[in-house]
């Protein structure tokens, strides 16, 4: 499966997702407008398939938002003209999106992988690996954030 920017709205074909991953802000959003394709994570995962990506409930420090923007950016750069559509807002303790996760990567395995990514995914890996690669793609994004609690890991 390809790892790739945000799908197209209309696609009726996919399941809703029943599996939920909790992210912090404002990498939860970011995720869910399809600028970041991948996140590394010490822990494996067999799930592959529609996933609800939900923004923990801690804020994120505008420093911290200013620095993905900047670095969304710049991968972007590598792989499309003109800027990237950044999120508004950077809603907390709400489902925010949903994407597609390809593949789990066992980061020894990563680096031959890699060499099919766009040059924009493998910068993002240099700056978010871990020992496990989950790779998403289809990125959709909710036009109203649903409010609610969330848990750690897959849920």
Do not use: N
């Not at 399941?15 to 399809?34: C, D, E, K, N, R």
């Not at 620095?67 to 950077?90: C, I, K, N, Q, W």
């Amino acid at each position: 499966a390809a790892v790739g920017r945000a799908a197209q709205p209309g696609d009726r074909s996919e399941q809703p997702p029943v599996t939920v991953l909790t992210f912090h802000q404002p990498l939860a959003s970011i995720i869910a407008y399809g600028l970041q394709r991948l996140d590394g994570r010490v822990w494996s995962s067999r799930h592959r398939g529609p996933l609800w990506i939900h923004a923990a409930a801690h804020e994120p420090r505008p420093s911290d938002i200013a620095m993905m923007e900047d670095f969304v950016r710049h991968t972007y750069s590598l792989d499309a003209p003109g800027e990237p559509t950044l999120p508004p807002a950077y809603p907390t303790s709400a489902l925010v999106g949903c994407v597609e996760m390809a593949d789990c990567v066992q980061a020894s395995e990563f680096d031959g992988w890699a060499r099919t990514l766009p040059d924009g995914a493998r910068e993002e890996a240099t700056a978010h690996g871990r020992d496990y690669y989950f790779l998403f793609c289809r990125h959709r994004r909710l036009r109203q954030p649903i409010q609610m609690s969330g848990r750690h890991k897959l849920w």
